[in-house]
C-alpha cells in the first residue's frame, strides 16, 4: 500500500502530529487530490481545539487546498485527473435535499460537510474530496496564492459581493489582518468607496496601498462618527474576533445599511431602535460553496487581488498554526508538499 505523509490531531487541544498513513482512495462521488498547498486559517481551531460538535479523531485539518485531481471515484462527471482544483470550507451538498433544491446548497441538511471537520483536511499529502466542493483553479493563479482565496479569499468576497452596495458607496472593512487585508482589496476592486478601520497609525500606508481612499484608526478616533460624517456606511463587513469593536463601529452604518459580520465573536450587542429606525440589519455570512470560490479565483485573476503569505513546508504546520494563531503572521500563512 502505497503511503503519504499527513498532519493529524489525535484528540482534542492535542498536539499535531506528522504521521503516515495510507493513500486514501475515493468513494462515489469523491475524488483525490494530490494536495500542492493548504491555507492555515483560524477555524482549524475548531480542529485542533476541538470545539466542533460531533468532532471525530484522529482529524486532518486544512480547507484552504490547492492540488491536482489524482483519482475520480464512481460516478463523477466532468473532473479529470491532472485538473488542478481547490477545496475551501464546504465539503460538498446532496444535490436534492430541500435547501439544496432551493438553490441553498451550503445549508445543505442531508449531513454537514465541513472540510477538515468532518472528513479529512488538506494538511496532507493527498485528501478526498466530494466532487461538489471542487473549485476549478485558473491557470494564473499559483498554489500558494490561490490556497488562501480557498477561505479569506471567498468569504470576503462573496459578502460583499452580496452586500448591496452599489458601485460608488461607502463600504467599510472592519479589522486588516488575514481576513480584512483581503476585504479592503476586494472592496475597492468591486468599486466602492472603501474605508479601512483598525488599530493604530502605523496600519494607514497599508491599508491605501490595499486600495482604501479612506482610513479611520479606531484607537483615536470614534469608527461610528468618522463613518456617520462620510454619509454612513451601507455596508461594514466585520472581520476582527472583537464583539466590543464591531459594536462601535455599528453606528456608522447609513439607512438600509448591513453590517456582515464574518468574525465569530461570542456575542454582539446591538441597539434595536437603531436598526428597526433605520432599517438596518446585522446579518451573518456562510464562506459560500465551490462556485463561489471558482467566483473569487477567477475575480482575483482579472483584478490582481491577491493573499499576503507566510509559506512554510508541511513539516512544519505546528509552527505555521501558532503563527496563525498569535497574530504575528502577515497575513496568512501556507503550507507547501512539494507535490
Ligand atoms: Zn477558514
Ligand atoms: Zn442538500
Redesign the pocket.
Known amino acids: 500500500m502505497p503511503k503519504m505523509r499527513a498532519v493529524q490531531v489525535s484528540r482534542a487541544k492535542g498536539p499535531f502530529e506528522i504521521v503516515e498513513r495510507d493513500i486514501p482512495e475515493p468513494g462515489s462521488g469523491s475524488v483525490r487530490i494530490k494536495v500542492q498547498a493548504c491555507g492555515v486559517c483560524h477555524s482549524d481551531s475548531l480542529t485542533k481545539e476541538g470545539m466542533f460538535p460531533g468532532l471525530e479523531y484522529p482529524r486532518v485539518p486544512g480547507h484552504e487546498v490547492i492540488g491536482l485531481v489524482d483519482a475520480v471515484g464512481p460516478g463523477v462527471a466532468g473532473l479529470t485527473v491532472g485538473e488542478r482544483i481547490g477545496v475551501g470550507w464546504n465539503g460538498g ?5 430541500e ?2 433544491r432551493r438553490g441553498d ?1 451550503f445549508a ?3 449531513a454537514t460537510r465541513v472540510t477538515g471537520i468532518t472528513s479529512d483536511g488538506g494538511y496532507a499529502d493527498y485528501m478526498i474530496a466530494q466532487s461538489s466542493a471542487v473549485a476549478r483553479v485558473p491557470k494564473e493563479l499559483s498554489e500558494i496564492d490561490a490556497a488562501p482565496l480557498m477561505c479569506a479569499g471567498i468569504t470576503t468576497f462573496n459578502a460583499l459581493r452580496h452586500s448591496g452596495a452599489g458601485p460608488g458607496e461607502v463600504v467599510a472593512i472592519l479589522g486588516l489582518g488575514g481576513l480584512g487585508h483581503l476585504g479592503v482589496q476586494y472592496a475597492a476592486k468591486m468599486g466602492f468607496k472603501t474605508v479601512a478601520i483598525a488599530r493604530g497609525q502605523d496600519k494607514e500606508a497599508l491599508a491605501r496601498k490595499l486600495g482604501a481612499s479612506h482610513y479611520i484608526d479606531n484607537q483615536t478616533q470614534d469608527p461610528a462618527a468618522e463613518l456617520a460624517r462620510m454619509g454612513g456606511a451601507k455596508a461594514i463587513l466585520a472581520t476582527v474576533t472583537s464583539g466590543d469593536a464591531m459594536r462601535s463601529v455599528l453606528g456608522g452604518l447609513a439607512v438600509n445599511g448591513t453590517m456582515l459580520v464574518i468574525g465569530a465573536v461570542p456575542s454582539l450587542e446591538v441597539n434595536p431602535l437603531f436598526l428597526l429606525g433605520g432599517r438596518r440589519s446585522v446579518k451573518g455570512w456562510y464562506s459560500g460553496t465551490s462556485i463561489d470560490s471558482q467566483d473569487t479565483l477567477r475575480f482575483s485573476v482579472l483584478t490582481g487581488v491577491r493573499s499576503m503569505n507566510e509559506v512554510l513546508p508541511l513539516e512544519r504546520a505546528s509552527e505555521a498554526y501558532e503563527r496563525m494563531m498569535s497574530g504575528k503572521a502577515r497575513f496568512r500563512v501556507v503550507l507547501t508538499t512539494g507535490n
Open positions: 451538498y446532496c444535490g436534492y435535499c435547501a439544496c446548497f445543505c441538511q442531508t
